[in-house]
């Protein structure tokens, strides 16, 4: 199920994640099966239900993430990160899960794609929305 994760929301009010482009925390995203189980509930990334790394040019705990530098509009503070390719890859995911690897691999936000998605010796993109108020993945308001 598509969340940002209830353990993110409270370790940001304890100055765990910096999302800040230069000395902030390094996220990565990882790629899973229709059998994984994440929700708002996961505090950590885990292995369990990953896509295969088994010849298909993805490699288990997936790619680190270029992050936008937090800003402002009006009232809500936003962050936001660069889409994301798995390049001549041959992957079926289902949902990805955005993790902070430089603090314990903890979970930030489960991405659900609303069904498999596939690629086969092609790229493999996450677009991520317009880095805005209304679209940005994290946004405070």
């Given at each position: 199920t598509q969340a940002m994760c209830t353990s993110f929301k409270k370790e940001l009010l304890e100055g765990v994640h910096?999302?800040?482009n230069s000395g902030g925390?390094?996220?990565?995203?990882a790629l899973f099966t229709s059998s994984a189980t994440l929700g708002a509930s996961t505090t950590a990334y885990a292995t369990t239900n990953e896509v295969s790394s088994s010849g298909t040019n993805y490699t288990a705990g997936g790619n680190?993430?270029?992050r936008v530098d937090p800003s402002t509009?009006?009232?809500t503070a936003l962050t936001d990160f660069a889409d994301l390719t798995?390049?001549?890859?041959?992957i079926t995911a289902n949902g990805a899960l955005i993790y902070n690897s430089s603090a314990s691999d903890k979970a930030v936000i489960v991405l659900a794609f609303g069904g498999d998605k596939t690629s086969t010796a092609g790229d493999f993109t996450i677009q991520f929305p317009t880095?805005?108020?209304s679209n940005a993945i994290i946004r405070i308001a």
């Open positions: 910096n999302f800040k925390s390094t996220f990565k995203l680190s993430l270029t509009s009006g009232t798995f390049s001549t890859a041959t880095a805005d108020a």
